[in-house]
């Protein structure tokens, strides 16, 4: 046991000499394994070691009983210990996980919380290759795609580490009973309510008794070979993402035809990393969520919206959106002065105006959509979203035209349409974003004063997977104003 965990410490990198790593213990067989053959490896690498204990109280005395079993441990040993107390049923009930779920979250979010602040630099788990081989199978009856199937990493990139990952269940009571070291058996884990346990205790010996005894071991390899493949995808993903991936928090858009014209391995991958920016993680994320998203991309049909766990995703104008549920934001109509930038509620811009001095020679370089004739406007200019049945007549149009008609031919998204500013002047809409000033209001060479628009929109992001972070990018306007590619 000892040579099998030191190999698999070396083999993944997990620690360098002096770290401080924490080792949650929970009182049952893996976990007490695990403290023992690290305090046991600890100088080898000189680490600093504690004890981490989390009681989800979901078993009244039975919990208490572990949780003093786990601090006896310790003090025996001579570690510190931290014990964390969350009330899990109740957070089940607010968040509408499963117990099990909600008391992962609450282990995660404590481990997490202690390597975050600089207190451990690793957190060690006693999950095993049979925990491994259970949940390659699980996520497979659940319909998982290749990266569910890859399993738990030995090591993940927030500091959580496996160094039993490559040991068996059976292998570690083995160590244990031969060292005399007792153990905690939870009442819980023996419960075919939770549907690990129906795997553990049921289907997996059944399948290994009927089909292959090798089977937990063929499971973990799979986990591994997943693991390869998803590294590899990882840089064919990234170049592919590059500057398609666009962020407009809390939403992510990208185009439709750009993920239906992709190899469909790697558009299930693009469609995987934009879910995980806009929900935050992938939790309840299956392989059939992502192909509901792929559908919609390549569907005929230009318009339509998929609800998936935790996300809505929408389609308009060859543009995708994936978003968690909002309500729809109100309307706004708000009075304005000059000069001075002006906020548009919900649509991720601001309005500035200035006015031009009189006789000013504008030199007509600006974009004529930006210049007002002050002098023909009249009372309160103010800011308002677009409403239906809005029309006017931009510069250049013969006639008056529905804004919605303008918003089609344009290629503006309708989640975008909802927000979209305007001005307007005694009812009379003078100047709408993108499409200009009204034929009437527009600055002319005989003006003597101009209001300059300007349109400052949020810089929008793309995902830059080489470096793990959002970066700008910079939506390019032709001669009209219109953003390159559409609603952008």
Partial sequence: MLARVAETIERFGMFVRGQRVGVAVSGGADSVCLLHVLLELAPRWDLQLSVLHVDHRLRGAESDADAQFVSALAKGLGLEIRCHRAEVRDLSLETGDNLEQAARQVRRAFFLGLIQSGVLDWVALGHTRSDQAETVLFRFLRGAGTAGLAGMRPCSAEGLVRPLIQAGRAEVEQFLRDRGIAWRDDSSNRDLSFARNRIRHDLLPALKRDWNPALEGILARAAQVAQDE???????????????????????????????????????????????????????????????????????RGEGRRQIPGLEACRSCQWMRLSPPTQEPGDYDLELSAPGPHAAPGAGCEVELELLPPRIDCGYNE????????????????????????????????????????????????????????????????????????????????????????????????????????????????????????GL
């Avoid at 049945?389 to 089609?408: K, M």
């Avoid at 970066?471 to 219109?482: F, L, T, Y």
């Fill in 230 to 300: 998803e590294d590899y995808w990882r840089s064919v993903v990234e170049e592919a993402a590059a500057g398609n991936l666009v962020a407009r928090p809390p939403a992510v858009l990208f185009r439709a035809d750009w993920l239906a014209g992709l190899n469909p391995a790697v558009a299930r991958r693009v469609t995987r990393a934009a879910i995980q920016r806009a929900k935050g993680d992938l939790r309840r994320i299956d392989l059939q969520h992502v192909e509901q998203i792929l559908e919609l991309a390549r569907s005929h």
């Fill in 367 to 486: 974009r004529e959509g930006e210049l007002l004739d002050w002098g023909r406007i009249s009372g309160t200019l103010r800011l308002r979203n677009g409403r239906p049945g809005d029309r006017y007549r931009p510069v250049g149009h013969a006639t008056e035209a529905s804004i919605g008609a303008l918003f089609r031919e344009a290629g503006v998204p309708r989640w975008e349409r909802r927000q979209w500013p305007l001005l307007t002047c005694g009812g009379q809409i003078v100047w709408v974003a993108r499409f200009g000033p009204a034929a009437g209001y527009a600055a002319t060479p005989e003006s003597r004063s101009v209001l300059k628009v300007r349109e400052i929109r949020k810089m929008p992001e793309y995902f830059d997977l080489k470096f793990g972070r959002w970066r700008p990018i910079v939506i390019e306007r032709d001669s009209a104003g219109r953003a390159g590619g559409g």
